[in-house]
Structures are given as structure tokens and as C-alpha cells.
Nanobody, 114 residues
Framework: QVQLVESGGGLVQPGGSLRLSCAASGFTFSVYVMRWYRQAPGKERELVAVTPGGTTNYADSVKGRFTISRDNAKNTVYLQMNSLKSEDTAVYYC?????????WGQGTQVTVSS
């Protein structure tokens, strides 16, 4: 079955960087669109980045600061987050829609605070 395991979250100061990873298994990773979402306390889950994407593969709030990438040989998708702000604090999830069914990892907490 589909498994997604996120890692790399933590506590970081404003302006700092983190790289999140999501290890995938149970499907042919290379042919599927992978997405990163985040959910802040009291807010709805929002789409952050997509790969492969097109002209709108990043949320406006993270453009120029976050970079999504993937290593198909390792079945892993990454989210490099730079110039972090307090409003980036959230649980970050990776997602794939496999055979019409969305699958989610357990999430990784990112806290941006001084």
C-alpha cells in the first residue's frame, strides 16, 4: 500500500532554513505528481508546492523562498525552505493521489520562532 513518511521538521529562527523529506513507497513514484501541503493551527490545509508543476507550482506565499524537488531513484520528494517566517509555522504533509485516492503522511512539524 501507499506509504509516505515525512522528516526534517523542527524549530528554526526567523530567516533560517530547513529541508523536509518525504520517502514514498507502494507505487511507481516517478510517474506521479507529488505535493507538499501545510496546516497551521486553526487553519485549513493549504497546498504549498507541486512537482512536476507548471507555471503555478508554488503558493504565492512561498514563491522565491521554497523549492520543491524530487529524486526518483530514491523515491523521495524534498522541500527546501529558506528565509523562513513565523507564518510558515505549520505541520507539513506530503501527498499523492494514487488511483484517485489521496494519501498522506503523518506530517512533520515546522516551528519558526525566536
Amino acid at each position: 500500500q501507499v506509504q509516505l513518511v515525512e522528516s526534517g521538521g523542527g524549530l528554526v529562527q526567523p530567516g533560517g532554513s530547513l529541508r523536509l523529506s518525504c520517502a514514498a513507497s507502494g507505487f511507481t513514484f516517478s510517474v506521479y505528481v507529488m505535493r507538499w501541503y501545510r496546516q497551521a493551527p486553526g487553519k485549513e490545509r493549504e497546498l504549498v508546492a507541486v512537482t512536476p508543476g507548471g507555471t503555478t507550482n508554488y503558493a504565492d506565499s512561498v514563491k522565491g523562498r521554497f523549492t520543491i524537488s524530487r529524486d526518483n531513484a530514491k523515491n523521495t520528494v524534498y522541500l527546501q525552505m529558506n528565509s523562513l517566517k513565523s507564518e510558515d509555522t505549520a505541520v507539513y504533509y506530503c501527498n499523492v493521489v494514487y488511483r484517485g485516492v489521496p494519501s498522506w503522511g503523518q506530517g512533520t512539524q515546522v516551528t519558526v520562532s525566536s
